[in-house]
C-alpha cells in the first residue's frame, strides 16, 4: 500500500518543517527548494501526515 502526496508548489514557502517531520518524503535541495516524493510507502503516513499538520502554508496534501 502507498500514499499519494501533493504539495502545492505555489504556496509553498520552503520552510522545511514539513522536512522535519517526515525526511523520507521532504527534502531541500542544495538550492533550499522543497523536493518530495509524490508516492511513499503506507507506513510513513502517520509522518507525512504530521507534515500536513505542521506545514504553515497548508500546502501538503495526502491524495486518498
Ligand atoms: S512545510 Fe509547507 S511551506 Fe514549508 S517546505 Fe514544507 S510544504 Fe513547503
Sequence with gaps: MTIKIDVD???CQHYGQCVFEA???FTLNADDKLEYVAEAD???RHNVEA????CPMQAI????
Excluded: H
Design 23 to 25: 525526511p523520507e518524503v
Design 61 to 64: 496534501r495526502i491524495v486518498e
Design 9 to 11: 508548489m505555489s504556496l
Design 51 to 54: 507534515a500536513v499538520d505542521v
Design 42 to 44: 503506507e507506513s510513513l
